[in-house]
């Protein structure tokens, strides 16, 4: 790996780390404020739709532009939308701003790997570049639920000589702006490569076209099929187990939101673990054999109902993150493979977004639902964990039926 490709590494984790502290500071700004319960969810849903909605442009302006001139602009976006919620924009309205940033930011992040690098790298890439993003997810975890501490928050405030000039939540927006700041900065160093994939019109019928034709190259592609139909199914499942963790944690161990984001930490680590073993016996050819954990990962939630304790919790959640990282790795690189061959990297990329957050859009909105039918925790998790299982097989399944006939 070369140098261009950890600062990157680096640019992503200070932007994932913001990323993931905010959304725990928005929910913390939400309690405060009061809102109802099933307000939360939807800070995943208003964060997801600009994914789905720019999708037919993202890529084409990623593959229009050097990917790190890209990078930049999206985590400027980000620090806008941080900014906006810390100067008395509604946290669902914010929080979808910062949306629009990461819908441009993800087929530049993605899409620069495959122009930097060759096919046989790739999987190592991508294990480096989700073992980057789980330790900002629990680091983001760990900080968004620290800042949100009143007394922590008091603590620092009084020690900066600004004691009562911001609640808990706010302050924590103010260090997670920073952050951001500090992301964009770093892609400035991000070296420019050859564009790639320009699009011969711009007029906003050739791009839907465009656009719909990528959709159909890929749901139609043997192996791009069922490299998006995992990747769609893990990132909208992940998404709404992440809540639902948070609702476990408070039913079976009695832990307050500042604990509970901590404990969704074990299964980052266990997601990095599973990254790297990944990216260690997992050739890209060979990408397709990793289904199996992808089934078994949907009895994993539903074990912990009967778990009351905190080792047993967290051993569960480490071995569902294992599972998770170990298939979805593979099943990124070989997307991201077969895309950058048939349509462009930023293209294929923003197709799996689009796909991708269609799926957290509707699960989590589904969970939303079931929170506001006042459904027990417990049912929830029998539910998703079920339909993980359910649908892995039948994508597995189906993909055994295909390469017979």
Request: charged residues 10%; hydrophobic residues 60%; glycine residues 8%.
């Amino acid at each position: 790996m070369n140098r261009a490709f950890y600062i990157i590494l680096l640019a992503q984790f200070l932007s994932a780390l913001a990323d993931n502290a905010l959304l725990f500071a928005a929910i913390g700004l939400l309690i405060f404020f009061s809102a109802p319960e099933w307000h939360s969810p939807l800070l995943q849903t208003v964060f997801v739709i600009a994914y789905i909605v720019l999708a037919p442009l993202v890529g084409p302006f990623a593959d229009a532009l050097p990917k790190g001139r890209v990078m930049f602009i999206a985590n400027s976006v980000k620090f806008a939308g941080g900014m906006a919620m810390l100067i008395g924009l509604g946290p669902l309205w914010a929080y979808a701003v910062v949306g629009v940033g990461a819908a441009m930011y993800s087929p530049a992040k993605y899409g620069i790997l495959t122009e930097l690098l060759p096919p046989e790298k790739l999987v190592v890439a991508n294990s480096w570049m989700e073992g980057t993003t789980v330790a900002a997810i629990v680091l983001g975890a760990i900080i968004g639920g620290a800042l949100i501490n009143p007394q922590l928050a008091e603590s620092l405030l009084t020690h900066l000589g600004l004691a009562g000039s911001l609640i808990a939540p706010k302050f924590a927006i103010v260090a997670i702006t920073g952050l951001y700041f500090g992301a964009a900065f770093v892609n400035l160093f991000i070296p420019r490569l050859p564009i790639d994939h320009r699009l011969p019109s711009k007029s906003p019928r050739f791009i839907l076209h465009d656009f719909w034709h990528s959709f159909l190259l890929l749901w139609r592609d043997p192996l791009g099929q069922v490299s998006l139909a995992v990747t769609t199914l893990f990132w909208g499942v992940g998404a709404t187990l992440r809540l639902l963790i948070i609702a476990w944690a408070a039913l079976n161990l009695k832990y307050g939101l500042d604990q509970a984001t901590q404990l969704t930490a074990a299964t980052a680590v266990g997601i990095a673990i599973g990254s790297v073993l990944a990216g260690r016996y997992v050739p890209l050819r060979e990408a397709i054999g990793v289904l199996p954990a992808g089934i078994a990962l949907g009895f994993v939630p539903i074990a912990l109902i009967w778990v009351e304790s905190l080792v047993p919790a967290v051993l569960l959640l480490t071995f569902a993150g294992v599972l998770a990282g170990y298939f979805v790795v593979p099943m990124n690189a070989l997307l991201q493979h077969r895309g950058h061959l048939l349509m462009g990297a930023g293209h294929s990329i923003a197709q799996q977004n689009f796909n991708e957050n269609i799926s957290i859009l509707v699960l989590s909105g589904a969970y939303a639902l079931m929170v506001r039918a006042e459904w027990h925790i417990h049912t929830i998790v029998w539910v998703f964990g079920l339909f993980i299982s359910a649908v892995m097989t039948a994508i597995w399944l189906k993909h055994r039926h295909d390469v017979v006939h």
